[in-house]
């Protein structure tokens, strides 16, 4: 296993599965037993998820200074997520199970990661486990940011993940990690983290 962690904010994109698309056929039948595996590898922080279904799992190709080496790509839910580290080594120790002994694991930065490459199976796991999934896709195109007065609600309120109502109040425009902002429902009380669309 080569424990480099590559920054390549400059590479070409990989291909992003869009919702309900599956995992691209690949001719070698090596890199589809790398998908294979790459399917089980979950997402540290939120474990009922994989890197896959996140979206993190950003390509499995032939490295193309070594093509005997396998080349893993993923791109952070946003930049200087700490639980990237912990998502290689995870890569690394399945990979290493596995019996492929020989992977590169690159971290891409462009384009950046958006909620829009959450899978519809893991929005509806996200909302099983207490997370209200991000609500809508992200608009097209180049965004402008705007910047809102501190205390002005949401446009849209997520959903309760517990009951289902749409009464809800954030606490929090940071929740257990900065990716998600803390909730509370008014009717049934429960706090719960909602996924920012980004």
């Not at 080569?2 to 698309?21: R, T």
């Not at 893991?122 to 940011?145: F, N, S, T, W």
């Not at 997520?158 to 109040?169: A, D, Q, R, W």
């Amino acid at each position: 296993m080569i424990p480099a962690k590559h920054l390549e904010p400059h590479a070409a994109p990989a291909h992003v599965l869009s919702p309900g698309e599956t995992l691209p056929m690949r001719d070698d039948a090596l890199l589809a037993q790398v998908w294979t595996v790459l399917e089980t590898v979950p997402d540290p922080e939120i474990p009922v998820v994989s890197i896959r279904e996140l979206g993190i799992l950003r390509d499995v190709r032939r490295a193309a200074d070594k093509p005997e080496l396998i080349e893993v790509v993923i791109t952070p839910t946003y930049s200087g997520c700490p639980a990237m580290g912990q998502i290689s080594e995870d890569i690394g120790l399945a990979l290493s199970a596995a019996g492929i002994p020989q992977a590169r694991i690159t971290t891409v930065l462009s384009p950046a990661w958006t909620t829009d490459w959450i899978t519809p199976e893991a929005r509806e796991k996200l909302r099983i486990y207490g997370i209200a999934p991000p609500q809508g896709d992200r608009p097209a195109g180049v965004q402008a940011i705007r910047f809102m007065t501190r205390n002005r609600p949401p446009v849209d309120q997520p959903p309760c993940p517990h009951c289902g109502s749409v009464h809800t109040e954030r606490l929090a425009q940071f929740g257990s990690t900065a990716c998600k902002a803390l909730y509370r429902c008014l009717d049934c009380r429960e706090p719960f983290d909602y996924f920012k669309p980004y």
